[in-house]
């Protein structure tokens, strides 16, 4: 049996060293501990998201194998009108458990951070009409049904007297998936789903939408990247940013290049000046 010892200088290393030890070890702890969670959990975060189709759906459709399932958001009311709306969003059956049950036990907005929203459902109060928004589903990156551009002085949305979506139709990449990787052009609709129509080419990648005050021009964004350049990321707003423009009563998509005009001549003065 080890004694302990008289030395008052060994006893006040065995002291230091039980100290940093344990302060070592606290250490140690504390930092496994959220390591291992945050690995676990981009690890479980790194999938895909998207509309399987093409020959992996056809390859499960032979094989009697269901890859994905459908969740139905809940119904909300269309402002100014007697109508309801509720997304369909398609999961993938082998996602991991812990994010199944965050799924389940929050709120519904989080079946959108893994699911996918392939289809919108209408119907009014008395369920006497009720209609899907695309015949054949794809996927809706984004959608704007009765809401408008923000009224600072007021506090509130403004009513916005039609739908916006973006929506993506085709495998045009052909990785079996409808998602954010394939060509998603712009939709207008009436606010009870009907008359969708295309406003937007297929050609071009639009990164957002806003309005007109009298919501009669709708502005979009376009925004070119030097993808050779390492610091493409870095430098966002040193990208070439493009207007373009649909009117809704001549129903025409242009280029703003008034706009484009001002600001190269604006940019012009800038860059001399700045000699």
Known sequence: MTSYPKSKFIRAVWTFNAIAFAILLSIALLSEIPFNYLSSFFAEEDHERGLIVGSKAEKASKLNVDLQHLMYDTPTRIDSTDFFFTPVVVLDKDLPQSIKDDINSAADMSI???????????????????????????YIDEYSIGIGNYDYNTRNNKHLPFAIYKIALNDDNGDSRINEEDNAPYY?????????????????????????DNYTEIYFDEVIEDKSSPLTYKNYYEKTRIVYYYSLLSEEFRRFDELQEEFIEIQKAFNNSAR
């Open 112 to 138: 959108y951070m893994v699911g996918a929203a392939i289809n919108i459902l209408f119907f009014n109060k008395d369920r006497s009409q009720v209609r899907k928004l695309l015949t054949n589903n794809g």
């Open 188 to 212: 207008l609709s009436d606010l009870d789903g009907t008359n969708l129509r295309q406003i937007t080419p297929d050609s071009l990648d639009l990164s957002r939408a806003w309005f007109s």
